[in-house]
């Protein structure tokens, strides 16, 4: 590594040290198919870990001059950062961890483009070849350990918290810890980042070596949100799609804690599984939980869910308020029921193929004015498709709050339109207004502004 700060170039170990000139100028290439946009923003990210940014355009505002080159020399592939942010080093040496979370983005930009996404392999238009290729994404990143007995809890939850929830979230890491569970989450600060810190000291009272903090994230989120410092497995997935399809395939069970939209998307997303037909008998642990301050929060999640999806899904959310030991003793004896039933039905502990997923939950959604409009969002179909499409609809004020793309589309044609019928825009008006009093749409939301309008017709 040279030392001048203008400009860093880095090496790295394992089978990166041997892409090819093809794949170097895949990540060179700036043009419209070309990966160097995507590596620079996720890069940027990267650098920037522990930021308290969640805006992609923000990081490049502050890091203008900020831009990544690849090469190939004689002893293989060399990346070029010019101007990277200074936190990134210490005595002029890049920190370990953002390194190998650097060389992570690369491994999976470039996996993901030429060996799923640009393959004959996979057929994307197909429930189990999507299935197939998120497999063979987190095969490829080491993040599937056939050896192992089911302990990975999926954690979600805002990232713009006030500290009392922070330190609880820590508090039920911390008991998971003690039951030597691995934590699993998307990677960011916040309620991404509070189960992991905790877990880190429950493990360490337990001796335990085999500690796993697994951030899953995609090109669109980890280029606006820097990870945590925490995470020591890191796991690029092409979509959100992929991203919540790889969160439930290598998870065993998931808590919940309070957050904003991205945290109803995610939890719309598991019920929309859960009150499948198909997965009815699939044992798959899931727990909110918050502090005792959460009470609030999860009465309007409740009204939320029994007002739009009904008493059958308000059934399947089982609340804990302020009791992390109570958390943990739940969730660990769900992951021996979970590991029995692998057992009994010879399904991998480290994939979870017998979850059904349906294909309009694995088909990327690109939330642009005109699909938002146009969202199902009515009683006049099956619980587990609303919510599937209510999903969609968080999906779409995720990406108008914080994605580059969300942004950029707001600015040019104004706030997304959300239709539909009128008790459950009702109910969906109500949730996102308590969300923007509590402050939890964006880190900064001293003056949000809704990036939605709902239409009640």
């Known amino acids: 590594m040279t030392s001048n700060m203008d400009q860093i170039s880095i090496r790295p170990n394992g089978t990166l040290q041997v892409l090819s000139h093809q794949e170097a100028e895949q990540l060179c290439d700036t043009g419209d198919k070309g990966l160097n946009e995507t590596l620079r923003l996720c890069a940027l990210a990267v650098l920037n870990t522990g930021s308290d940014l969640d805006s992609g355009l923000k990081l490049l505002e502050l890091n203008p001059n900020f831009n990544i080159k690849v090469t190939i020399r ?3 592939l060399e990346l070029i950062l010019n101007h990277p942010p200074a936190r990134a080093f210490v005595n002029g040496e890049l920190i370990e961890g953002l390194k190998e979370h650097l060389f992570a983005v690369v491994r999976d930009l470039l996996y993901a483009r030429n060996d799923v996404l640009e393959s004959d392999l996979f057929n994307l238009n197909d429930s189990f070849g999507i299935t197939n290729a998120v497999f063979h994404i987190l095969r490829n990143a080491g993040a599937l350990r056939p050896n192992e007995r089911p302990n990975i809890v999926v954690c979600w939850g805002g990232h713009a918290i006030p500290r009392h ?23 960011g600060p916040g309620v991404m980042k509070a189960p992991m810190k905790g877990a880190g000291v429950g493990h360490h009272n337990q001796r335990y070596d085999n500690r796993r903090y697994i951030g899953i994230s995609e090109p669109g989120i ?11 497995e890191l796991v690029i997935l092409p979509d959100i799609e992929k991203r919540l399809e790889a969160f439930v395939r290598l998870g065993h069970g998931i808590i919940i804690f309070p957050g904003g939209p991205g945290t109803l998307e995610e939890l719309l ?11 009815s008998d699939l044992p798959f642990p899931l727990i909110l939980t918050g502090d005792e301050h959460s009470r609030l929060y999860f009465d309007k999640i409740q009204h939320f869910i029994k007002a739009t999806l009904g008493e059958m899904a308000l059934a399947r959310l089982q609340i804990v308020i302020n009791n992390p030991e109570k958390v943990a003793d739940i969730m660990h004896e769900g992951m021996n029921i979970v590991h029995q039933d692998r057992k009994d039905t010879s399904d991998a502990y480290y994939f979870n193929w017998l979850l059904h997923i349906d294909p309009s939950l694995q088909q990327p959604f690109e939330p642009t004015h005109e699909a938002m409009s146009q969202l199902n969002l009515s009683k006049n179909q099956p619980i587990h498709e609303l919510a599937a499409q209510l999903r969609r609809a968080f999906s779409g004020i995720v990406a108008g709050n914080v994605k580059a793309s969300g942004l950029k589309a707001i600015a040019e044609h104004g706030p997304f339109e959300l239709h539909g019928d009128p008790d459950i825009m009702q109910a969906l008006d109500e949730l996102l207004s308590f969300l923007v009093e509590q402050k939890r749409m964006k880190l900064d939301t001293s003056q949000y502004i809704p990036c939605y309008r709902i239409i009640k017709e």
């Open 74 to 76: 004689g002893r293989g």
């Open 222 to 232: 980890i280029a606006a949100e820097a990870p945590n410092a925490v995470v020591n």
């Open 165 to 187: 929830e922070y330190e609880y979230a820590k508090h039920v890491g911390y008991t998971l810890g003690l039951y030597k569970i691995n934590i699993c989450t998307g990677c």
């Open 269 to 279: 997303y598991i019920l929309s599984l859960l009150l499948h037909p198909q997965n």
